[in-house]
């Protein structure tokens, strides 16, 4: 059994593939990369280390070495729903909770407080059909609408859902799953754009659907379509169980209009640095100007996921002769069964 560690310098600085250098100017618009190299490791990265140096560096805090360029930091990370996703630019918004599900427009539907568990045991709420509207063949369920906060673009969807599934177990045609994007029109009315996501039980199954190319709008709602179906074997038709699939959560990853990893200029990276910085005019060599910089952050990376930290900069002037970034790193090891 490999014993826990901290990774040394060398062994955390964030390095292009191809080339392994550590230097981000040197391939300007590629991605430096770092994870967990093997399946059994756990990383938890606490700090970026961020080390410039270049000609009059600090006299040019508007861009990285002269005017323009952007840093972008990206985070490849489980997002918990069956995706592995830069989450750098996202923001999830989900309905989950029994007072997200009573705000929806219910036909035939209902909110069961109980329809599930958390892995903790606690009680997890859930919309399914009324059992009382089963003669109606299908129900339905429509969110109340919801602004895209912090953003315009939809870029995928997740969901979880307790689904209804024959006898060997397969996932039955039993939901239709729509989403609604809305746009303002003349006089503040709203129109609506229906997005096909899942009907099919591979494709509930799956959990998840991507948008090529993303939705843009400035609101959004779900429609939900349940159909009663018959559940298990009986020796009677009139004695077989009706009921329809219980969904516990319907989200949609949207992109950030103004991400927090992406950085502008020197200016806004000092900006974001811990308090501790350190900057040094021709400080580096004797000749070109240094500034080291420590961004807080509190992430862990599965290696077994192939979760990832990645860094490219786009655009710097030439005055910025080196950027090299350390991510600051702790790693141990899953037992192994």
């Excluded at 729509?178 to 799956?206: C, E, K, R």
């Excluded at 090529?212 to 179906?229: G, H, K, N, V």
């Amino acid at each position: 059994m490999f014993q826990n560690r901290s990774l040394g310098r060398e062994e955390s600085l964030l390095r292009h593939g191809p080339t392994a250098s550590a230097n981000l100017v040197e391939h300007p618009g590629e991605w430096y990369e770092i994870g967990p190299a093997f399946a059994d490791e756990h990383w938890k990265v606490t700090t970026l280390n961020l080390t410039l140096a270049g000609e009059g560096l600090l006299q040019q805090l508007q861009g990285f070495g002269g005017p323009g360029g952007v840093l972008e930091i990206a985070l490849i990370l489980a997002d918990g729903l069956g995706g592995v996703r830069d989450l750098a630019p996202l923001v999830f918004h989900g309905i989950t909770s029994a007072q997200e599900w009573g705000a929806g427009s219910h036909a035939g539907t209902l909110v069961d407080l109980q329809a599930g568990s958390y892995g903790d045991g606690r009680p997890r709420a859930g919309v399914r059909g009324d059992l009382r509207q089963a003669a109606s063949g299908m129900v339905t369920w429509t969110s109340a609408p919801q602004a895209l906060r912090y953003g315009r673009q939809i870029e995928a969807v997740s969901w979880e859902a307790d689904l209804l599934r024959d006898a060997s177990g397969q996932p039955l045609d039993s939901a239709r799953l729509i989403l609604q994007t809305g746009v303002f029109g003349p006089g503040g009315a709203i129109s609506w754009t229906d997005h096909p996501v899942a009907a099919t039980g591979p494709a509930l199954a799956a959990g998840q659907s991507a948008f090529t190319p993303a939705l843009t709008a400035s609101l959004l709602r779900w429609r939900l379509e349940l159909d009663f179906l018959p559940v298990g074997q009986a020796a009677y038709a009139e004695e077989a169980v009706l009921r329809t699939s219980t969904f516990f959560l319907l989200g949609t990853w949207i992109r950030l209009a103004s991400p927090w990893w992406t950085i502008t200029s020197l200016a806004d990276l000092i900006h974001r640095g811990e308090a501790d910085r350190e900057l040094r005019p021709q400080g580096w060599d004797g000749h070109l100007d240094a500034c080291l910089l420590r961004l807080p952050l509190g992430l862990e990376l599965t290696g077994r996921l192939k979760e990832k930290v990645g860094a490219r900069l786009r655009g710097a002037g030439q005055a910025l002769k080196l950027m090299e970034i350390q991510a600051v790193t702790d790693v141990w090891y899953e037992e192994q069964g």
